[in-house]
């Protein structure tokens, strides 16, 4: 009988908490495969413009167009498998699964997150740089 009960260091999944995981879930798999067709346009938006430039514009534009489509590839990955492993967990309860699809969700913020930091000191050093090279004019 002891058994049954849940400890406080073992909560259960009450119905209202399994609900707000399947939205999770539904809208990371949306955002997830929207971001990818997105990216994949973006791609072919690329070859384009290389095919019509001869790859004359290679250089760094090029560089940067690779790290960004890598790095959006591996964090709309994450967001997938996230979505759809935590549904699975729902599905048929096993907290391994969720355990798993909490933890590529929580690789996805924080890439996200360092990421969102590099641009902001990025833009952050572009406005210092402006306004000191071009004063007064």
Known sequence: MEEDKLSIFEPGIDDNVKSNLQNISQWATITAIAS???L???ILQLILLAAKYSFSFAGQ?????IIQI???IIMNVLLFNAASQIKK????????ML?????????????YGIVFIIVMVIVLLAII???TTYRGY
């Open 129 to 131: 740089y402006f306004s």
């Open 36 to 38: 990818l067709v997105g």
């Open 70 to 72: 890598v790095v959006s």
């Open 61 to 65: 534009q090029f560089l940067e167009s």
């Open 99 to 111: 355990n798993k699809g909490l933890a590529n969700l929580k690789a996805y913020f924080k890439i």
């Open 89 to 96: 967990s729902l599905n048929a309860p096993d907290q391994s």
């Open 40 to 42: 994949g346009i973006t």
